[in-house]
């Protein structure tokens, strides 16, 4: 239903929606509610006469029959963590926020046959730690990962820094429960690393951000913890040297790379502004450094490899200069500049972001040919590039030129996010590599999807959610 048709939720279907959530499932005092009304960036402030916080499958399963029934809008949230306002509900307070942050209990360890069953409401460390307490891993690791949920993460199909080695969210999830938009539970909890018995519902309800199904539950894949890594930090001149040195060190130490992550100067240079205590990694600024990261086996020679590796690169050429980590001291160190990129380009003013990826041979192009462009689009933009290099995800993002204020900054952010999307694009790559579509990309993805995969997501989501309850105004 139309955004501007849409009436206020009736207080008889508000009175069952507070029954159905629960004991503590319910909350709407202003000042409760307020929290889970913003996005991350500021972007999005949403408005809705109540949040449901409950339980048990069972109860959400009751909330969504209600909505289903009342044809009353819902917004599934867990950790409210994404960046495109994918679980924030529309500001005219029509919508009922479903927070899952109350579904979260750890259902099954399995260490032998290395899997984990969780709530969609479990924080991504708090499982991390339980694999961990079993020694295994679970390697979807990511800047959120104290605050964002398993549910959403699987809702946007998260990827992170390890995604090279072990896939995104999607290769993780081994099976789903999902409480269907018409309150049915589907429960496809299974352990398969096989199954190719007909359509597979669990890679449709993964990545669709909300709008198809709840989440509720899944059974995620344990790997073996590595009994040793390597952390180095390498300079190179462009971004065609740092692929070459990304190819060259994954070979050298026999495929045991697990993440690889690219910072362009500037990005590094705001990182180490307004990181407290931070300190230059080389004795003079590169154009682009590398951050790597190895896993290894007990017993193996991997220090070794990599060492003799980045000496083979440093004569050949692809590396300016390169810093094996001694301590895990000076590995934190290290992963603490890439991660504190984010906050410190928040602090340099506005910025507008962007998180595309294109095939990692055409990275050289496309950000030679994106700089100039934004560059010649608004003389002075300050361009920050940092991203998960191996899989060429890109955060190409600008920072507002230091003479201009943030408002004549951002009126430009539809004229230069243009430029960039149609840039990637044309190299052959995606306008979201991580964030998916939310509220903020719906305009791009009608832009940059043919009429065929548009017309098969519509049929999808007509099928699935014909009264349109779930998630409404996001993606499509
Ligand atoms: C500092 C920082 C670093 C980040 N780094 C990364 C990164 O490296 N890689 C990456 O991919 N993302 C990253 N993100 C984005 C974000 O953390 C991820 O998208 C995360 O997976 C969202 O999880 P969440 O629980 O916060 O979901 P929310 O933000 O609450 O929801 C996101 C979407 O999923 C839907 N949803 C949530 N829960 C469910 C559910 N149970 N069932 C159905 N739909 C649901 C919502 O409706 C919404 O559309 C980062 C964000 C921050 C703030």
């Known amino acids: 239903m139309p955004e501007a048709e849409r009436s206020p939720v009736a207080p008889e279907i508000l009175l069952r929606l507070r029954e159905a959530a629960g004991t503590g499932g319910w909350v709407d005092a202003p000042d409760e509610v307020a929290p889970y009304l913003d996005e991350q960036r500021g972007r999005y402030r949403g408005a809705t006469p109540a949040v449901l916080r409950p339980g048990t499958t069972k109860a959400v399963a009751e909330i969504v029959r209600i909505c289903a029934e009342t044809g009353t809008p819902l917004v599934p949230q867990g950790g409210n963590t994404g960046l495109v306002g994918g679980a924030v509900p529309a500001p005219d307070s029509t919508e009922i926020l479903l927070n899952l942050g109350r579904l979260n209990r750890i259902r099954e ?9 969780a709530e969609a409401g479990c924080l991504l460390a708090n499982l991390q730690r339980a694999a961990e307490e079993v020694d295994r891993l679970l390697p979807l690791s990511l800047g959120a990962e104290g605050t964002c949920q398993i549910g959403g993460n699987l809702a946007t199909n998260a990827g992170g820094t390890q995604v090279m080695r072990y896939g995104s969210a999607r290769s993780l999830a081994l099976g789903l429960e999902v409480v269907l938009p018409d309150g049915r539970i589907w429960n496809g909890l299974k352990r398969l690393v096989k199954d190719n018995a007909g359509y597979d519902l669990r890679d449709l309800f993964i990545g669709s951000e909300g709008t198809l199904g709840v989440i509720t539950a899944a059974v995620l894949r344990l790997f073996p913890r590595p009994r040793q890594s390597v952390t180095a930090l390498a300079a190179a ?56 990261e190895f896993h290894g086996g007990a017993g193996d020679d991997l220090g070794a490899a990599v060492e003799s590796g980045f000496a083979e690169a440093l004569e050949l050429g692809p590396a300016l200069d390169a810093i094996v980590a001694q301590s895990a001291a000076q590995e934190q160190s290290l992963w603490r500049l890439r991660e504190s990129i984010p906050d410190a380009q928040k602090r340099e003013g506005a910025s507008i972001k962007h998180d595309i990826s294109v095939p990692t041979s055409r990275m050289a192009s496309f950000t030679t040919r994106a700089d100039q462009e934004v560059e010649s689009a608004l003389p002075g933009v300050r361009v920050v590039v940092f991203g998960h290099l191996a899989d060429g995800n890109l955060h190409f993002n600008l920072s507002q030129p230091e003479d201009m204020s943030a408002d004549v900054f951002e009126a430009n952010r539809d004229r230069l996010s243009r430029i960039v999307h149609d840039l990637a694009v044309s190299e052959g790559g ?17 832009r940059y999807k043919s009429a065929e995969e548009l017309d098969i997501m519509r049929a999808i989501k007509g099928a699935i959610d014909p009264r349109g309850i779930l998630n409404p105004g996001k993606v499509l």
């Open 109 to 117: 360890v399995d260490a032998a046959g290395g899997t984990i069953t």
């Open 237 to 292: 001149s462009s971004v065609a040297d740092a692929v070459k040195l990304y190819a060259a060190l994954a070979a050298a130490s026999g495929d045991r790379m697990t993440g690889c992550e690219l910072m362009s100067e500037r990005a590094l240079a705001f990182a180490l502004h307004h990181l407290p205590g931070a300190t230059a990694p080389f004795s003079r600024a590169h154009p682009w450094t590398v951050l790597m």
């Open 430 to 446: 995606s306008i979201s590599a991580e964030h998916g579509i939310g509220r903020m990309k719906q305009a791009d993805l009608a």
